[in-house]
């Protein structure tokens, strides 16, 4: 059973635009949530995280909210720009899980930024 | 150099044979891993390093071995592999002991096995 989940494969926005990536978890256990940029025939490239004592997390264009909650993650990207294609995968982990060596990684959603 | 360097990028094995795949850091982490990407898949954790001792193995079939010299090197040897194990292979480094730090990923070997 999925931990991690990104429900949409794929999003497209305009250029210029907001584009907003979803993760949700299922394990409370979790205290530390990343997002990392994939772009085709290179590995992962880490982008900004958050820790669930936060529950909003800003660099330049990218924000991530948390809402513990609801156990829903949200990738903010304002102003979308073409070079921010390329597939976002979330992943998480916790204190008591082993921290960064036990990352639990959602499916990837592919975003297109149409010029 | 700096960052996670993998090597090689791309690999074409047959059944029979027998290879290496090649990961260095030059982050002074303490904790390296290897992760697999299969098509429409999460990545999968296969083996976790901390401190040069194995911490992790992810019920991994035995075709495939790990080796972790010093806590700069990591390499995962192939033999007998299936068709099925061709797949991005992804080696990751962090600061180990457990914290809640950021994974920084090599560029991945492309695996094809015929």
């Known amino acids: 059973d999925q931990q991690v989940k990104q429900n949409s494969p794929s999003l497209s926005v305009q250029e210029g635009r907001i584009s907003i990536l979803n993760c949700d978890y299922t394990n409370s256990m979790f205290d530390y949530f990343l997002w990392y940029k994939k772009y085709p025939a290179e590995g992962p490239t880490f982008l900004?995280?958050?820790?669930?004592?936060?529950?909003?997390?800003?660099?330049?264009?990218?924000?991530?909210?948390?809402?513990?909650?609801?156990?829903?993650?949200?990738?903010?990207?304002?102003?979308?720009q073409p070079g921010d294609s390329a597939v976002y995968f979330c992943a998480a982990t916790g204190s008591a899980q082993g921290g960064s060596e036990k990352l639990v990684f959602g499916k990837g959603t592919k975003l297109t930024v149409n010029p | 150099e700096t960052g996670v360097t993998q090597t090689p990028r791309h690999l074409v094995m047959g059944m029979t044979n027998k290879k290496s795949l090649?990961?260095?850091?030059?982050?002074?982490?303490?904790?390296?891993?290897?992760?697999?990407?299969?098509?429409?898949?999460?990545?999968?954790?296969?083996?976790?390093?901390?401190?040069?001792?194995?911490?992790?193995?992810?019920?991994?079939?035995?075709?495939?071995?790990?080796?972790?010299?010093?806590?700069?090197?990591?390499?995962?040897?192939?033999?007998?592999?299936?068709?099925?194990?061709?797949?991005?292979?992804?080696?990751?480094?962090?600061?180990?002991?457990?914290?809640?730090?950021?994974?920084?990923?090599?560029?991945?070997t492309r695996l094809t096995v015929v």
């Open chain 1, 48 to 80: 900004i995280s958050i820790s669930s004592i936060k529950d909003k997390n800003e660099d330049g264009r990218f924000t991530v909210f948390l809402n513990k909650s609801a156990k829903h993650l949200s990738l903010h990207i304002v102003p979308s």
């Open chain 2, 22 to 108: 090649k990961c260095e850091q030059h982050l002074g982490h303490n904790a390296m891993y290897w992760y697999k990407q299969s098509a429409k898949k999460p990545l999968e954790l296969m083996f976790v390093y901390n401190f040069k001792e194995q911490t992790e193995n992810n019920s991994v079939p035995s075709r495939f071995s790990p080796e972790c010299p010093n806590s700069s090197h990591l390499f995962l040897h192939l033999h007998t592999l299936q068709p099925e194990d061709s797949a991005l292979y992804l080696c990751a480094s962090s600061q180990g002991g457990g914290m809640n730090t950021e994974a920084f990923f090599g560029q991945g």
